[in-house]
């Protein structure tokens, strides 16, 4: 059984930073491409930032892109961060991490081709 878990939400003043964690247990003898990805009240799930299974292509939402790093601690990636500097309000949302065993990366922005789901953590930044 694979479970994703998504830990370092909180609050933050706009500006500021934030590290979001994405841990995965279970399952772990095979390397995951993992995404994160946000949801707003009342908007749709936005693709946030991506890594291949490889480790080796990184990939980042238009509204994040020189804001945010997404980074792995192992050649699995079963820990994968995501450093969130220069926080906006428009940053304010639930966070998800997403992982699939696929290899491929032609889709690594729809939400639909991951198969595991992390619970989801709260980042709210006040302005």
């Known amino acids: 059984q694979v479970q994703l878990a998504e830990l370092g939400g909180g609050v933050v003043q706009a500006g500021g930073s934030l590290r979001l964690s994405c841990v995965i247990s279970?399952?772990?003898?095979?390397?995951?491409?993992v995404g994160w990805f946000r949801q707003a009240p009342g908007k749709e799930r936005e693709f946030v930032s991506g890594?291949?299974?490889?480790?080796?292509?990184?990939?980042y939402g238009d509204s994040v892109k020189g804001r945010f790093t997404i980074s792995s601690t192992n050649t699995k990636n079963t820990v994968v961060y995501l450093q969130m500097n220069r926080l906006i309000p428009e940053d304010a949302a639930v966070y998800y991490c997403a992982a699939t065993l696929s290899r491929s990366v032609a889709n690594i922005r729809d939400g639909a081709t991951y198969d595991y789901w992390g619970p989801g953590t709260q980042v709210t930044v006040s302005s």
């Open positions: 279970g399952r772990t003898f095979e390397p995951y491409r």
């Open positions: 890594v291949s299974s490889d480790g080796r292509r990184l990939f």
